[in-house]
């Protein structure tokens, strides 16, 4: 885990709103669905190398309360035929949460570390919950590399 600042940048994707309780159950989840339409028929028109980003916005209150996930690239694909629209990840202080392996097991993982990690009495940031955002490299499904960013206070 590690603190970096970036610079703010856009992502072209799919979106949805949802909250951590409705993706508890098939039912009600909405995320299965975003990420199968955007590794369907967004990933396979990026290039091998593309970075593929989850981005959390529009939070009503913290990891309990709603929000806005995007799902996509930061580019947009001249044959891709879906709707896409495009968000921007604000400039900030992010605390950077890593690992590797099979999707979506790892990625859960991660999020319970991170979860984890906030609970703890003596963490030494606070989250922002502005703006998070995953980023996924490669395309070999057990050995995909995800680094999870944080906006912190």
């Given at each position: 885990m590690q603190t970096i600042h970036l610079p703010s940048f856009q992502i072209f994707g799919l979106q949805t709103r949802t909250c951590n309780a409705d993706e508890q159950t098939l039912k009600t989840a909405r995320l299965p669905l975003l990420w199968h339409d955007v590794h369907t028929e967004l990933v396979p028109e990026l290039p091998p190398e593309a970075a593929v980003?989850?981005?959390y916005a529009g939070y009503e209150s913290d990891q309990d309360g709603a929000y806005t996930v995007t799902a996509g690239a930061d580019q947009k694909p001249e044959k891709c035929t879906l709707d896409l629209v495009e968000v921007t990840v604000p400039e900030g202080n992010y605390l950077v949460f890593t690992a590797k392996g099979k999707m979506p097991e790892t990625v859960i993982r991660v999020w319970l570390d991170i979860w984890d990690y906030f609970k703890r009495d003596d963490t030494q940031f606070a989250r922002a919950y502005t703006c998070d955002f995953?980023?996924?490299?490669g395309r070999v499904e057990?050995?995909?590399e995800v680094a999870v960013h944080i906006a912190v206070k």
């Open positions: 980003y989850g981005v995953e980023v996924y490299r057990t050995a995909i």
